[in-house]
């Protein structure tokens, strides 16, 4: 055994082992400034490791800690980091055994018997063009499941393989397992918009907005709006809106609260159809009764249709 000790300074300037050097400008093969063989043996029911890093307690300020830190500031100029052994990496960790075991590239695991958080994994990326905080990918056709990201809660205590997923492709996978608690949950800004509930039930919360636009400048509605839905509640005239350019699947509803009325004007080529009257292109549909209400689909590039509509909507030219 070899033991090291020494001081470590204050400043950081000293550590208990430092190793410094340069790799190769014009290497013939890859290279590798610390290099570390370590040789498994026997089949005895006991973990094996070949290094271990333990940082003792001590410490209790409020500042990170780490077991082990490793850090890259190489600026490499490979991008595909998927299979083609480019980009730069703070740690890689890979595990390509072959045999009938499971084999886990990177394993995180997190406890805390005291009142803070436990966090298994966590993905951080910043300051830079694109970010990605995590990155899932599953490659492999052939593979029996193929799922780029597995997420699930469970009442189990240990890592364990996962229970659900059977011949599953898919690039995102989330189970519950046996647990009484939401299967996705999306939120806005804290607050949930959408949700997959225990058992399957789908919640979709739909933004509704009470919009006042007039003749003079129409309420210009954008396709990232779909799914709204639009009322005139506190208008003081009719109030005008503006589909998008028709585009398959786009959706919007509209609900008369006031008796000045909606107007819903369809793009220069586009036409709008409730039942059985169509609008000519660039046509619109008009109600001022209160309650009435309309959903509008747009089922290909030229052609909106109501597929609910309550009360009379009048078609314009």
Do not use: M
């Not at 020494?6 to 050097?21: C, H, I, P, R, Y």
């Not at 014009?26 to 610390?34: C, K, L, M, T």
């Not at 918009?193 to 979709?204: A, E, I």
């Not at 001022?288 to 030219?317: F, H, M």
Request: hydrophobic share 40%; proline share 3%.
């Amino acid at each position: 055994p070899v033991s090291i000790g020494g001081e470590v300074k204050a400043d950081g300037t000293e550590s208990f082992l430092n190793v410094t050097g340069t790799l190769p400008a014009s290497p013939s093969a890859g290279v590798a400034g610390v290099k570390a063989t370590i040789t498994s043996a026997g089949t005895a029911a006991q973990s094996q490791c070949a290094a271990e890093v333990n940082l003792a307690a001590g410490y209790t300020g409020a500042k990170r800690t780490y077991a082990l830190l490793v850090n890259s500031l190489v600026a490499g100029t490979g991008v595909n980091i998927a299979g083609a052994d480019a980009g730069n990496y703070g740690a890689a960790s890979d595990s390509s055994g072959a045999g009938t075991g499971t084999n886990l590239g990177f394993s995180g695991a997190a406890t805390n018997a005291g009142a803070g958080q436990a966090i298994g994994a966590s993905g951080y990326a910043y300051a830079s063009a694109k970010t990605w905080g995590v990155l899932g990918t599953a490659a492999g056709s052939n593979a029996t499941n193929n799922i780029g990201v597995y997420a699930r809660i469970t009442s189990q205590t240990n890592l364990g393989l996962p229970t659900g997923g059977a011949s599953v492709k898919a690039a995102l996978f989330a189970d519950n397992e046996s647990v009484a608690a939401p299967i996705i949950v999306g939120a806005d800004n804290g607050t949930t918009v959408f949700s997959v509930n225990d058992g399957g039930g789908v919640n979709l919360y739909r933004e509704v907005e009470a919009n006042t636009a007039g003749s003079g400048t129409p309420n210009a509605l954008a396709a990232t709006e779909s799914f709204k839905v639009l009322t005139n509640e506190g208008a003081t005239a009719l109030n005008y809106h503006t589909l998008p350019t028709a585009a398959k699947g786009l959706t919007y509803t509209f609900v008369v609260q006031d008796t000045d009325g909606i107007r819903v004007t369809a793009g220069a080529d586009d036409t709008i159809r409730v039942a059985a009257t169509v609008t000519a292109a660039a046509g619109y549909i008009t109600s001022s009764t209160i309650g009435d209400t309309v959903t509008l689909v747009a089922i290909n590039a030229v052609e909106w249709v109501a597929v609910s509509a309550l009360g009379t909507w009048t078609a314009g030219p």
